[in-house]
């Protein structure tokens, strides 16, 4: 409600609502005795709305929280504050045992094709494991939907007595994608589900998550730094950086009109297929490192490595919103956006 | 055995056939692999036949007893000693001699290896399963849990066992049982360590994600998710820990407190024939050579079931190309 009354959004069909998530991580101390405990800010203030049906991609460096705020939607982490709201319902305080229903609507699909089955276990045993936990089927009955899953997802059902070791990579994540969907979940949170895999298979992979996208009626959150695999799956982007959203927009529109620099940084970093339509001015490096996030710089996060920061970035915390002009699904924290066609850097006496 | 090729695979994939020829196809598991390894194993093989050997005859104690028509405590005062009270050595009538009392001292070992086998596998499988229950806890859990468990094992790890079991005999009496209790406390903890080292490091997999974020209980994801990654080592280390035990009951027979005499034990003979190896050295050898030859096979095994579990020790594996 209040969500929708800032945004000014009318009624949607969201699915998954998450509110002001936090997620901090403290930090082993060194020290044997006193000191304050440190925290790494890991997902740090983060609000969005997942529309039934679409695909939200999920995009930034390593490290600025993504997994992390995945995890906590899916509830293998509990967040240190805000909440995290399901079909409606707040699933961000129940118990493990309250939680169970919901763990059959949203199910997640891991980057690691070979750390996400585990070794000792058969094909068939793996894939049946959902039906084990919750309880259904028995004995034939479960074979027969094990391989019918098998089947959705491309795999041979014949071979449902092999182990992982006996598949490729880009056949592991269709036995990761086939457990996950055998519940058939509502949402499904692909963490990074393509990164560790050739291109060629990558492709197959996404198009085999559009395609049961299609058939199942799947929600998708899509995690990956990959922008051009992000562009090509996602209807919706949200850039993090840091453990915040700093824009996000509809896929074209982002591409189209990025507004944080960040973003238009990230996006001058594709790399474009042809040497001759590079354009030096266009690509922009950003300088130094991604802060600590055990200490983040104050004010807007991105100011020590943004080519436009003023004094008032140091201090003041940008809010994510929705910019002139901009249609009303586009927002952007920042308190300088880039206008359209405007070059990231600001001549030096506009700066000054 | 054929395997398909992975490619191959990819290509059929999809909406072939269904019904039919689907348990043809049956996966090579680690355990299959690794059996097959230790199949092929000449010292693995050997170790065991060796071991079966000693198992059947304890078993078959009592039968052989009966066709040889000694007990094993029966006394041959006339046949069994010289007239002096010598023991008899080796010979047609005693295999292996007789003892201080004239007794059988081939019957004496294989009954002995009755309580050594039986001491050594209860006692060895009890601390194999408290290690594996208590270490399992302790890594998944973590923290406070982790904290308590861990140091009651170095607790126990640093207890002088000796001391400790012979102050419990002194309360409690001698008995099989005591022995077997006493072998197993002092034995879990180093079980428990390995298997919690190894939790530590597969409960960060994704696979035990994927488990919980599928709703599995601690329970399943301990036992169904967790322990088969970590059986492994732990039978390995149990295969080694057999001898250790039979080792450790001998010790006990052999200061008293374990299992009295007259029942035989490879301990308390080695124990009686310590006044006589200058004049009997079959007394003392036999029992000796007993307890020699069932330690090392054991331990030789458990060496082949390492290797045979080591995904990179392939060797057996690549030289039988049939």
Redesign the interface.
Known sequence: MTEEARTGRTQRDTLLQLVDVVKHFPVPSDRLFGGKREHVHAVDGVSLDVRRGETIGLVGESGCGKSTLA?CI???HDVTSGTVSFDGRNISDLSVSQ??PY??KM??V???PY?????????GSIIG??FA??GMGKGADRKTKV?ELM?LV??????????P????G??RQRI?LA?ALA?RPELVVCDEPVSALDVSIQAQIINLLADLQGKLGLTYIFIAHDLSVVRHVSDRIAVMYLGRIVEVADTEELFARPRHPYTKALLSAVPTPDPDLVNERDQIILSGDVPSPIRPPSGCRFHPRCPRAQSRCTTEDPVLNVKDGDVSDHAAACHFPVADGEPLVMSQKEAL | MT?TP??Q??S?????T?PA??????????WLLAWARLRRDKVAVGSSVVILGIILLALFAPWVAHLVGHGPNTQFRTTGLSPDGIPVGPGSTFLFGTDDLGRDVFIRVIYGARISLLAGAVSAGLAVAVGVIIGLAAGYFGGAVDGVLSRFMDVVLSLPYLVFAIALVSLLGPSLAISVAVIAFFSWASVGRIVRGQVLSIKE???V?????????HL?IMF??IL??V?APTIVYATMLIPLSIVFEATLSFLGIGVLPPTATWGNMLSESIAYYKVAWWFVAFPGLALLITTMAFNLLGDCVRDAFDPRGNRLFVATEE
């Open positions: 995890r899916t509830r293998l939680l169970k763990r059959r199910q997640m891991f980057q690691d750390g996400s089955l585990n070794p000792r276990r058969r094909v494991d959902p936990i919750h391989q089947e491309g795999l041979n059902p014949e071979h449902y007595n092999r182990f070791a006996e598949f490729s880009g056949q990761g457990r519940l | 395997v992975p490619d695979i990819e059929t994939g999809l909406s072939s269904l020829a689907v348990e043809a196809i049956e996966g090579r598991g680690p997999k994704e696979f994600e994927a488990a919980r974020s599928l709703g599995a209980s399943r169904i998710d088969p990654n059986l």
